[in-house]
């Protein structure tokens, strides 16, 4: 089970940057949403764990803790950018402590290359910094830059709902190729054997949580998961079989 600790930036009092109309919170949050509905309805054996799910304050200290108490077997934070409008593009950090051969920086190279291979952003290369998500975390770590709110290029396409769902795509094809993640085969037919995880026979359940879809799912044990993460909070959850 690949267990990956997904933080979307800021949240709650803080909006992180702003631009255009947008806020940073607003827009990581709505990506980190996708990165997990993606994994969750196309990837066997993954959990997911997000520092937050809504507009809520979280602190760093919770955040690396959290993950750290977790046993997370990786950390991805996602951001977007801001600086006084000139500045565009994608990158991507590491902690600087970390040498170009080190285990993270050889994920974050497959991540770079799969995020850059899926967007239309200028290529502002990979750094290191010495951010508190990449230092205390116990486990690699990568945060990533998506685009500047405040820039007018890359601003117009982050009001995209199809180019968030794009960047989404792009980190979960490098969390796929980084560490070898399972794709759930939706055509196969029912063997009887349940051992895997499947549904069964691919079939896909939406999960929903007081009236709303939080996700749709093939595996049976993303469809657990995403009970288990709503039941002491929820008054309602239903799981339902769609028609495809």
Same mark, same amino acid.
């Given at each position: 089970?690949?267990?990956?600790?997904?933080?979307?930036?800021?949240?709650?009092?803080?909006?992180?940057?702003?631009?255009?109309?947008?806020?940073?919170?607003?827009?990581?949050?709505?990506?980190?949403?996708?990165?997990?509905?993606?994994? !969750?309805?196309?990837?066997?054996?993954?959990?997911?764990?997000?520092?937050?799910?809504?507009?809520?304050?979280?602190?760093?200290?919770?955040?690396?803790?959290?993950?750290?108490?977790?046993?997370?077997?990786?950390?991805?934070?996602?951001?977007?950018?801001?600086?006084?409008?000139?500045?565009?593009?994608?990158?991507?950090?590491?902690?600087?402590?970390?040498?170009?051969?080190?285990?993270?920086?050889?994920?974050?190279?497959?991540?770079?290359?799969?995020?850059?291979?899926?967007?239309?952003?200028?290529?502002?290369?990979?750094?290191?910094?010495?951010?508190?998500?990449?230092?205390?975390?116990?486990?690699?770590?990568?945060?990533?830059?998506?685009?500047?709110?405040?820039?007018?290029?890359?601003?117009?396409?982050?009001?995209?709902?199809?180019?968030?769902?794009?960047?989404?795509?792009?980190?979960?094809?490098?969390?796929?190729?980084?560490?070898?993640? !399972?794709?759930?085969?939706?055509?196969? !037919?029912?063997?009887?054997?349940?051992?895997?995880?499947?549904?069964?026979?691919?079939?896909?359940?939406?999960?929903?949580?007081?009236?709303?879809? !939080?996700?749709?799912?093939?595996?049976?044990?993303?469809?657990?998961?995403?009970?288990?993460?709503?039941?002491?909070?929820?008054?309602?959850?239903?799981?339902?079989?769609?028609?495809?």
């Amino acid at each position: 089970m690949f267990k990956l600790y997904l933080d979307p930036g800021h949240g709650g009092s803080d909006t992180g940057a702003t631009g255009n109309g947008m806020t940073e919170k607003d827009l990581v949050l709505d990506i980190s949403l996708r990165i997990r509905d993606i994994l !969750e309805s196309e990837y066997a054996d993954v959990d997911i764990r997000m520092s937050r799910t809504d507009d809520s304050d979280v602190s760093l200290e919770e955040r690396s803790s959290d993950a750290n108490s977790w046993g997370a077997d990786y950390f991805l934070s996602v951001h977007v950018n801001g600086f006084d409008g000139s500045a565009q593009g994608y990158e991507d950090y590491i902690y600087e402590g970390l040498s170009d051969s080190s285990e993270t920086a050889q994920i974050r190279d497959i991540m770079h290359e799969e995020i850059m291979g899926a967007v239309d952003l200028v290529n502002r290369g990979q750094k290191t910094a010495n951010f508190h998500v990449l230092r205390e975390t116990a486990m690699s770590a990568i945060l990533t830059e998506n685009g500047f709110v405040d820039n007018t290029e890359d601003a117009e396409k982050l009001s995209d709902p199809n180019f968030l769902e794009t960047i989404a795509r792009g980190h979960v094809n490098g969390l796929a190729r980084a560490f070898n993640l !399972e794709q759930v085969d939706e055509s196969s !037919e029912d063997s009887g054997d349940d051992s895997s995880g499947d549904s069964g026979n691919g079939d896909l359940f939406r999960v929903i949580v007081d009236g709303e879809q !939080e996700g749709a799912y093939r595996v049976k044990q993303n469809i657990l998961n995403s009970v288990d993460r709503n039941l002491d909070s929820a008054d309602e959850i239903i799981i339902e079989k769609v028609d495809e």
